[in-house]
Nanobody, 132 residues
Framework: VRLAESGGGSVQAGGSLTLSCAFS????????VAWFRQAPGKGRQFVAA???????????????DYEDSVRGRFNISRDNTEDTVFLRMGNLKPEDTAVYYC???????????????????WGQGTQVTVSS
């Protein structure tokens, strides 16, 4: 499983960015996906997660979860026709500055897992910088 993040950049506080996580070589809909971030000098922090979408055979619906500080500002979604998961970030704050990573796990769990060690596959990260 290969993951590639894109969409990072520099914005002013209050601005918006959309990050993308593109899958290669697998059916993305079979994987739960999460975004984590790591600020300088800090550990990796959970941001958002979305369950697998390949549930038409088994029933159920897609679910998502968010870290409290981003709830209402960030939105995670997936486009399985493009094998891509998005993280739309709005009303950005300087404390959102970090390297953002997407991660994937082959699992049916819903709601999706939110802990770093739950995930098996990781991208290289993309930098987000928010200036005040």
């Amino acid at each position: 499983v290969r993951l590639a993040e894109s969409g990072g950049g520099s914005v002013q506080a209050g601005g918006s960015l959309t990050l993308s996580c593109a899958f290669s070589d697998v059916v993305a809909g079979l994987y739960a996906v999460a975004w984590f971030r790591q600020a300088p000098g800090k550990g990796r922090q959970f941001v958002a997660a979305i369950s697998r979408s390949h549930s038409s055979v088994f029933g159920g619906s897609i679910s998502a979860d968010y870290e409290d500080s981003v709830r209402g500002r960030f939105n995670i979604s997936r486009d399985n026709t493009e094998d891509t998961v998005f993280l739309r970030m709005g009303n950005l704050k300087p404390e959102d500055t970090a390297v953002y990573y997407c991660a994937a796990k082959f699992t049916r769990r819903s709601p999706p897992p939110t802990r770093e060690y739950d995930y098996d596959y990781w991208g290289q990260g993309t930098q987000v910088t928010v200036s005040s």
